[in-house]
């Protein structure tokens, strides 16, 4: 669905420090299909937040927001803000790269263009050598992720051309195994590889993954 303002502000008041919060993002962005709040709150990003919750200035205007103001980044910070005199924007997409909520994820059509805009997030507070190494590491994770879904998906194509499967969905126990692969195992890889969730990337993903496909 289609978020309205009231989903990230409050109805009565354009809350900016609670359209900051990772929890205001969680009402949505959570569960086993898509874990991004509790794949945050894992990562450092998360426990820092959750240490310095009380030393963030959560209510900075957004085109004037700096790492003074957001030492730690949430959730808006990074998709977004206007952290260092970048755009402010409302599209979340903006900054990613990757279809990671895909079965097999393609590249974004403005692949590069978005991937620089994040990586421009990144460089206020890492070093470039580190951003790319950790973008690096996304890249094969979900090249990775993309071979093993991949395969599994034309094993179901085929049983399906030998006539051994019906067409029909989750009519045979098999057509939930192939859709847990990619609906929930591949897409936590992908996005626990990309948000620094390493419990989430390994063992509610590619673990999951890897014993399903066996």
């Not at 990772?22 to 990562?43: A, F, K, R, V, W």
């Not at 003074?68 to 990074?78: E, F, H, L």
Request: charged fraction near 15%.
């Amino acid at each position: 669905s289609i978020g309205s303002c009231t989903v990230c502000h409050a109805r009565h008041s354009a809350s900016v420090e609670l359209a900051r919060l990772p929890t205001t993002c969680g009402q949505c962005h959570m569960g086993p299909d898509h874990s991004q709040l509790e794949i945050y709150s894992e990562s450092k990003h998360g426990v820092l937040f959750a240490l310095r919750r009380n030393q963030l200035n959560l209510d900075a205007k957004p085109k004037q927001l700096t790492t003074a103001d957001m030492s730690v980044p949430t959730c808006a910070t990074c998709h977004m803000s206007g952290l260092g005199g970048m755009n402010v924007t409302h599209d979340v997409t903006e900054r990613l790269s990757w279809y990671l909520f895909e079965a097999v994820s393609q590249p974004r059509p403005d692949f590069a263009q978005a991937r620089a805009r994040m990586q421009e997030v990144c460089g206020n507070c890492h070093a470039t050598g580190q951003v790319k190494s950790f973008y690096a590491q996304g890249d094969s994770v979900v090249a990775a992720t993309n071979a093993k879904v991949a395969a599994s998906l034309a094993l179901m194509d085929s049983l399906k051309a030998e006539g051994l499967l019906t067409a029909a969905p989750f009519d045979q126990p098999i057509d939930f195994v192939a859709f847990d692969l990619w609906h929930y195992y591949g897409r936590t890889t992908k996005h626990g590889a990309f948000m620094g969730g390493a419990d989430f990337a390994q063992w509610h993903g590619n673990y999951e993954l890897l014993a399903k496909s066996v």
